[in-house]
């Protein structure tokens, strides 16, 4: 991998989990992250025009590190790496998945929500997970848990975080960045109100340092 887990959960507090309906809202959508104060940014695949979104954003707005979300399979991988994603993220594992971000080109960050699944994915060499769904898994709680037998292991938790909890989980000694949609709600997207992304991304930044 060119791209170290590490240098990728280093790269900013707040990930947006980004569901992307209209391909035109791609590029407007990932200026106003990056207006606001976020680069790295995860488009997931619930949508047809997700990997075209990608697509769109590797090519025109190269200042973004744009990865995919909700990958959930080595084919998926394989397509998201070929539209141009820099990184991929999945809500869980499997051992073919885990298999295949290993050979991969790029980071993949699987998803765990036990220590088994946890340990399986060290098996393999993985050091960087997604905690999902963070919330409804235990959250901050489970985290500081795992921090015990598992202080090494790095994780960005998504699933419920929100303005009101993620300086919670950013406090952890094992949390590098922290998973949300809540910087990019569908109602703003829905009505394009990029301003509304911008000033949610920078309010999320600022109070996150
Ligand atoms: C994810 O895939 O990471 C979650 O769906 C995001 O969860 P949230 O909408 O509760 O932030």
């Known amino acids: 991998w060119q791209l170290q887990p590490s240098v990728l959960f280093a790269m900013g507090p707040v ?11 791609a590029v407007p959508l990932a200026r106003a992250l990056l207006a606001g104060g976020i680069k790295v940014l995860e ?88 905690f999902f769904p963070a919330e409804a898994a235990g959250g901050t709680k489970t985290l500081k848990s795992i921090y015990g037998p598992f202080a090494d292991i790095r994780f960005c938790p998504t699933g419920g975080i929100n303005e009101q909890n993620y300086r919670e989980y950013l406090a952890l000694p094992n949390v590098s960045c922290v998973g949300g949609s809540w910087i990019v709600p569908d109602n703003a ?15 999320a930044v600022a109070a996150a340092l």
């Open 43 to 130: 488009v997931t695949l619930r949508t047809p025009a997700a990997l075209e979104a990608i697509k769109l954003i590797a090519e025109q707005v190269p200042e973004a590190v744009v990865g995919a979300g909700t990958v959930t399979n080595a084919e998926q991988l394989q397509a998201v790496i070929a539209a141009g994603a820099k990184f991929a993220i999945s809500p869980g594992m499997t051992r073919e998945l885990l298999q295949a971000g290993k050979e991969a080109a790029i980071p993949l960050i699987p998803g765990i929500a036990s220590i088994s699944e946890l340990m399986e994915g060290m098996g393999l060499g993985y050091t960087h997970f997604k």
């Open 189 to 203: 997207i829905a009505s394009k109100d990029w301003h509304k992304v911008t000033e949610l991304t920078a309010k």
């Open 15 to 25: 990930v947006p989990v980004i569901v992307i309906k209209d391909l035109d809202d």
